[in-house]
């Protein structure tokens, strides 16, 4: 079965500063990888996904993503944060079989300091 | 946004009642989930649906069940509510495998 991990559960940085968000994927197929955002009392919105197109990945709010086979990694990065960018982000990959679901790991809160 | 309605959206029960919580979805689409969400574990599966009467059990399935008797509607069945299903509950429906799935806002569940 394919599993997700994200390194981290809490990363602080400065606004203006480089976002990066670490995700490791296990699977012995090729994947279908997403990216997800939820803020506070909401559900969770899609940022990007990768379904093996381009392996560098362009998402909304100015966040990008790259696919790396050969470190089974999607680890997600925005160049500058800003306040806004404060919420928490799910990495989840798509079990390649038929009918079944998206694996979530266990997600990154991200703190924005001004 | 996609249509998608979780209804209630906040309930407190007692331990031991019966608790269903629906799914609605305008968007015809053909796979439909319910996930929880608890601090630490992220977001587990706890049961999909692949068509109208077709469902299939998650990760953490043990205590709950579900229904699809309409492409638009899902339910989540807790038969006998246990403290440890305090959680809040999100339905998502896909298209297809392997692409996206798009959540509903959540419901929050408090069992007492």
């Known amino acids: 079965a394919q599993s997700v991990t994200q390194l981290g559960s809490h990363v602080s940085v400065s606004e203006g500063a480089l976002v990066l968000l670490r995700c490791n994927y296990s699977s012995s197929v090729p994947p279908y990888l997403f990216w997800y955002v939820q803020y506070p009392n909401q559900g969770l919105q899609l940022l990007l996904k990768?379904?093996?197109?381009?392996?560098l990945v362009k998402g909304i709010n100015g966040f990008e993503a790259e696919f790396k086979k050969s470190e089974t990694s999607f680890h997600l990065t925005k160049p500058s944060a800003h306040m806004s960018d404060a919420a928490e982000y799910f990495c989840?990959?798509?079990?390649?079989?038929?009918?079944?679901?998206?694996?979530f790991g266990k997600g990154t809160t991200l703190s924005v300091s001004s | 946004d996609a249509g998608i309605t979780q209804s209630p959206r906040h309930k407190v029960t007692e331990t031991g009642t019966p608790v269903t919580l629906r799914c609605h979805q305008t968007e015809n689409h053909r796979y439909m989930y319910w996930y929880r969400q608890d601090p630490g574990h992220g977001l587990r599966l706890i049961h999909y649906s692949y068509g109208v009467k077709d469902t299939d059990k998650g990760e953490v399935s043990d205590g709950y069940s579900v229904s699809r008797s309409k492409t638009e509607d899902f339910l989540l069945t807790l038969e006998s509510a246990t403290s440890s299903q305090t959680s809040v509950y999100f339905c998502?429906?896909?298209?297809?495998?392997?692409?996206?799935?798009?959540f509903g806002q959540g419901t929050r569940l408090t069992v007492v």
């Open positions: 998502a429906i896909s298209a297809r495998i392997n692409t996206e799935a798009f």
């Open positions: 990768y379904t093996s197109a381009a392996t």
């Open positions: 989840a990959v798509s079990d390649n079989q038929a009918g079944t679901a998206l694996i």
